[in-house]
Nanobody
């Protein structure tokens, strides 16, 4: 499977970005999907996860109410809408796929995209 993340960029604090992750080579509609991020000098951390049918969604506490994860199985794409961005959201954002239930743990994901840089200026 291949995951292609896009939509990152430079934005001022308070602004918005929408990340997309297009999947190919796998039955996307059966996979749980997740977004993770990694800031310089820090470990990769969970941001949001969504089950195959969208019924189960998890968020990192610090992004609740600001970020929204969604998916369109017909387009093999998962999205991360990020509003009210803060400088501490600056990181490389990765999408990931796994079979079975959605998860907050990066070790449970089998496939990873290449990452897209999000930079939030103050």
């Amino acid at each position: 499977v291949q995951l292609q993340a896009s939509g990152g960029g430079l934005v001022q604090a308070g602004g918005s970005l929408r990340l997309s992750c297009a999947a190919s080579g796998r039955t996307f509609g059966r996979d749980a999907m997740g977004w993770f991020r990694q800031a310089p000098g820090k470990e990769r951390e969970f941001v949001a996860g969504i089950s195959w049918n969208g019924d189960t969604i998890y968020y990192k506490d610090s992004v609740k109410g600001r970020f929204t994860i969604s998916r369109d199985n017909a387009k093999n794409t998962v999205y991360l809408q990020m509003n009210s961005l803060k400088p501490e959201d600056t990181a490389v954002y990765y999408c990931a796929a796994k079979s079975g239930h959605t998860s907050r743990y990066s070790t449970e994901y089998d496939y990873w995209g290449q990452g897209t840089q999000v930079t939030v200026s103050s």
